[in-house]
C-alpha cells in the first residue's frame, strides 16, 4: 500500500525553466510533508517542508504547494539549474506520537538541460 | 552540530553471510534513529525506527534485524543475506519530529 506516491519517475528540463515535481497521497491524517534531494551514492538531504495547515511555502528558488482536498503537493524550482539534477522524494509524516516516522514516495529522477 | 555516521560506504558479501551495519550520532541525545533501504529503481523504504535504547519497531517483515545497544548507535544486522537485501541502505535521525538527517549510505551488493 503505497500511501505516498510520485507517478513521474522522470522529469527533463531545460536550464532556467520551471520544474515541477509532483506528489499524491492517500492518507488523510498527514499533516507534515517534506521534500528531499539525493545524489548518486549520498544520503538525502532536506529541501523544503510545509505544514498541512499552510498552502504554500516559498524558499528562494523551491516553492512547495500543498492541496489538501486533493491530496496532491508539488515542487516548483524557478529557475532550474544544472546542479538541481536529482532524485527528489516526497515524504509525508503522520499527526501525533513521537516516532517522526516518513514516508517516502517512490523519487522522480530531474534533470536539467544546460 | 549534530553528526551522524554509518559505515561501511560500501560492502559486497556472499549470499548466506552475515551482515553488520553501524550508525551513530553525535552532538545530540534520545534521537529517534531509522534504518532505510532504497532498492535498484525504488524509493525509500522504512525498515526500522527506534525511539531509544533496545526500543526498536520494525516496519517490514524480512531477513534483517536492528538493535539500538546505546542511545546514539543503531546496528542493522542479518545472519543470512540473500540477493534480495541487495540495496543502498540509509541511516537517519531526527530529534522528534520533523525532518531526518541522514547518513551517507551503505551500499550493500549480495553476490
Known amino acids: 500500500d503505497q500511501q505516498v506516491k510520485q507517478n513521474s519517475p522522470s522529469l527533463s528540463v531545460q536550464e532556467g525553466r520551471i520544474s515541477i515535481l509532483n506528489c499524491d497521497y492517500t492518507?488523510?491524517?498527514?499533516?507534515?510533508f517534506l521534500w528531499y534531494k539525493k545524489y548518486p551514492a549520498e544520503g538525502p538531504t532536506f529541501l523544503i517542508s510545509?505544514?498541512?495547515?499552510?498552502d504554500k511555502n516559498e524558499d528562494g528558488r523551491f516553492t512547495v504547494f500543498l492541496n489538501k482536498s486533493a491530496k496532491h503537493l508539488s515542487l516548483h524550482i524557478v529557475p532550474s539549474q544544472p546542479g538541481d539534477s536529482a532524485v527528489y522524494f516526497c515524504a509525508a509524516s503522520l499527526i501525533g506520537g513521537n516516532t517522526g516516522k516518513l514516508i517516502f514516495g517512490q523519487g522522480t529522477t530531474l534533470q536539467v538541460k544546460p | 552540530s549534530q553528526t551522524i555516521h554509518q559505515w561501511p560506504a560500501t560492502l559486497v558479501q556472499p549470499v548466506g553471510s552475515p551482515l553488520s551495519l553501524e550508525c551513530t550520532v553525535e552532538g545530540t541525545s534520545n534521537p529517534n534513529l531509522y534504518w532505510y533501504r532504497q532498492a535498484a529503481g525504488r524509493g525509500l523504504q522504512l525498515l526500522f525506527y527506534?525511539?531509544?535504547?533496545?526500543?526498536i519497531s520494525s516496519e517490514v517483515p524480512q531477513n534483517l534485524s536492528a538493535s539500538r545497544p546505546q542511545d546514539r548507535q543503531f546496528i542493522l544486522s542479518s545472519k543470512k543475506l540473500l540477493l534480495s537485501d541487495s540495496g543502498f541502505y540509509l541511516c537517519?535521525?531526527?530529534?522528534?519530529?520533523?525532518?531526518?538527517?541522514f547518513g551517507s549510505g551503505t551500499r550493500l551488493t549480495v553476490v
Open positions: 537517519a535521525w531526527t530529534p522528534g519530529r520533523g525532518g531526518y538527517t
Open positions: 527506534s525511539v531509544g535504547i533496545g526500543q
Open positions: 492518507n488523510s491524517m498527514f499533516d507534515y
Open positions: 510545509i505544514s498541512s495547515i499552510k
